[in-house]
C-alpha cells in the first residue's frame, strides 16, 4: 500500500551570502522564497522499502533549511489550511490549480514534494516543485544508493528556487541509505545449442552447456540481484558485434528477481556461419514476364553502417530491355556517393552473369534463358565482410 509522509519544517530565518537572481526574487537582496515541502510519497507501493521516506525526509529537510535563499513554511500552517478547507494532500498534489490556490492560502512562493521508488539496492527519486504564482513546474530526478544520491536532487531543487546551486553532495554522504533486506535466492535456466560449451557465472566457471536448446543448464540458489554470464567455447565461435565487427564470447549481466527464475538463450555460434549472414545486402530471384516488368524498373534500395558506423546509402537500377533479341539489363549502382553503369543481355539456352565490386558492396547479376523463360538472380553483398576474416 501507499503510504505518504506529510511533513513540512519549521520556518527559519536564514542568514545568506548575496544569491543570485532566483525566479521568485527580483534581486540579490530579496526576501528568501518560502517553499511549503509537503510529502514523500512511495510509488512503488512496496511496504519493505517504506523505511526509505524517513530518510530521504530527513535528507532533503536538512539540505533545504541550509540553502541560503529558501525558507520553509512550518507544518502547523499547513496543517491549518487542510483542516479550514478540508483538503486533502493526495488530492492536491494531482490537481495543478488546486495546488496553486492551497499555496496561496498558506503564503507559499512554491509547492514541492518528492517521490521515491525503492530498488534492491538503489532509489529512484523524483523533486517535484510548482510555482504557486506562474503555474510553472519542473522535476530533478537522481538515482543512487547512498545520501548523496538525494542531496544532488537538493542541489538541482535549490538551483532552481534562488538561481545558485548549493554544493550538499560530498565524501560524507557516500553512506547507504538502502537497508539490504533479506531476499530468497533465485534461479538461471540457460539454453544453449553448444555441446560442452564452458559456462562463467560472475567470473567463476559454474559447468557446460547441454548441446539441447530443449534441455537448459540449471543453477539453483542464485542469490537475487546482478549476476554477469559468459559462454566459451572456442576461438571459432562467439557473437559478432557490429557495425564495428568485433569477435568474442557472448556474455551478459542479468537481474535475479527475489525467488524468481532467469530463463537466458545462448546466441553463440559459429564466426563463418554469421559472417555469411552479415554479408548479404540483398538477394533476389525474379521470373520475367510482362506481367511484372514493373518488379524490374523498381529501385533497389538500402543502407547499412560500415565498420566505423558511418552511413553507407546503397541503390540499384536494372533498367530492363525485351526486345527481339531477348531481355538485356542495364544495371546502375549507386554506393556511398560513388555510381558505376553495366550492361548484360541474355543468350539462348544459357546462363550469362556478371559481379562488380563498389565501394563495399559487391554486385552480382545473372540472366537464365531457357527456352523463353529469363530467371534473373541479384544479389547484393558487403566486401568488408567474409568468412575466416576473424583470423586476419
Not at 542541489?155 to 553512506?175: C, I, K, Q, V, Y
Not at 564495428?244 to 535475479?256: A, I, K, P, Y
Not at 563498389?358 to 567474409?386: C, E, F, M, P
Amino acid at each position: 500500500m501507499k503510504r505518504k509522509l506529510l511533513f513540512v519544517c519549521l520556518a527559519a530565518c536564514l542568514v545568506a551570502s548575496l544569491p543570485a537572481q532566483a525566479p521568485a526574487t527580483a534581486t540579490a537582496t530579496a526576501a528568501p522564497v518560502k517553499v511549503a515541502f509537503l510529502a514523500v510519497n512511495n510509488l512503488g507501493g512496496d511496504a519493505q522499502t517504506e523505511y526509505l521516506g524517513g530518510a530521504i525526509q530527513g535528507l532533503l529537510l536538512f539540505d533545504l533549511t541550509r540553502s541560503p535563499g529558501v525558507t520553509l513554511l512550518d507544518r502547523n500552517s499547513l496543517d491549518r489550511v487542510l483542516r479550514e478547507q478540508e483538503l486533502q494532500l493526495s488530492g492536491l498534489m494531482d490537481d495543478a490549480e488546486g495546488s496553486r490556490r492551497f499555496g496561496q492560502l498558506l503564503g507559499a512562493d512554491f509547492l514541492a514534494w518528492a517521490e521515491f521508488v525503492g530498488l534492491e539496492s538503489e532509489v529512484m527519486l523524483t523533486l517535484r516543485v510548482v510555482n504557486v504564482a506562474s503555474g510553472q513546474s519542473a522535476a530533478f530526478r537522481e538515482r543512487g544508493g547512498d545520501e548523496n544520491a538525494v542531496h544532488r536532487a537538493a542541489e538541482s531543487l535549490a538551483l532552481f528556487l534562488t538561481g545558485s546551486r548549493p554544493n550538499f553532495a560530498g565524501a560524507s554522504g557516500e553512506r547507504s541509505i538502502v537497508r539490504q533486506l533479506e531476499l530468497a535466492p533465485g534461479s538461471l535456466a540457460l539454453h544453449s545449442i553448444l555441446v560442452r560449451g564452458e559456462i562463467y557465472l560472475d567470473g567463476e566457471f559454474a559447468g557446460y552447456t547441454t548441446g539441447s536448446s530443449e534441455i537448459p543448464f540449471i543453477v539453483d540458489a542464485l542469490p537475487a540481484g546482478r549476476h554477469s554470464l559468459r559462454v566459451h567455447l572456442g576461438s571459432g565461435f562467439g557473437v559478432v558485434t557490429m557495425p564495428e565487427l568485433s569477435f568474442g564470447d557472448w556474455q551478459t549481466e542479468f537481474e535475479v528477481p527475489s525467488g524468481g527464475r532467469v530463463v537466458l538463450r545462448d546466441p553463440t555460434r559459429d564466426f563463418n556461419s554469421q559472417l555469411l549472414r552479415l554479408q548479404v545486402l540483398l538477394e533476389e530471384t525474379i521470373v520475367w514476364s510482362e506481367a511484372n516488368s514493373g518488379r524490374f524498373a523498381q529501385a533497389r534500395e538500402l543502407n547499412f553502417l560500415d565498420r566505423a558506423g558511418n552511413p553507407v546509402v546503397v541503390r540499384l537500377l536494372l533498367n530492363p530491355t525485351n526486345a527481339a533479341g531477348g531481355l538485356s539489363l542495364a544495371p546502375s549502382l549507386e554506393v556511398g556517393g560513388q555510381s558505376l553503369s553495366l550492361s548484360l543481355a541474355s543468350r539462348a539456352g544459357g546462363l550469362v552473369e556478371l559481379e562488380r565490386t563498389l565501394g563495399l558492396v559487391i554486385l552480382r547479376v545473372s540472366i537464365d534463358r531457357r527456352s523463353n523463360r529469363y530467371q534473373i538472380t541479384i544479389s547484393l553483398k558487403r566486401a568488408d565482410i567474409y568468412p575466416g576474416m576473424q583470423d586476419d
